[in-house]
């Protein structure tokens, strides 16, 4: 059992996906994405939140806290669901409540505007696709 929690979805951004790791622990999410899940997580690389850096030194404060958990929620989908499980046109509803769209065209798959770069890395407690961009929910 406690090998299992090593690779937990946390374990794994905070070894891959740093910045999304800090996100996550200034949020107050650790707790949340070390649960039983099983989630979906699209989780944006380093270079996906270089690009936005200025919104994402703004949503590290304490103060932005909410707004931040609102963010990280909304690149979150209750389930386990694989690549091959993503359909297109398909809307996910996110843990935030709003709706992301899958498309899929000649084999590339996208998540809202954000192009998936790799896929089905298994956590113990879900599935992690990496995406190429910070996804933002409609306010």
Do not use: C, R, W
């Amino acid at each position: 059992m406690e090998n299992e929690m090593q690779n937990d979805i946390v374990a794994i951004a905070t070894t891959s996906a740093k910045t999304l790791a800090a996100a996550v622990q200034a949020a107050g999410l650790v707790e949340t994405l070390q649960g039983d899940g099983p989630f979906t997580v699209f989780a944006p690389t380093d270079a996906a939140f270089a690009a936005i850096q200025s919104d994402v030194d703004q949503l590290l404060k304490p103060e932005s806290k909410s707004k931040l958990a609102k963010i990280l929620t909304y690149h979150v989908v209750s389930g386990k669901m694989t690549a091959a499980d993503l359909e297109d046109g398909q809307e996910l509803t996110t843990v935030e409540g709003g709706n992301l769209e899958v498309m899929i065209q000649d084999g590339k798959v996208k998540v809202g505007n954000a192009n998936v770069v790799a896929t089905d890395i298994i956590a113990s407690n879900g599935i992690i696709h990496v995406i190429d961009k910070v996804l933002l929910p409609k306010d």
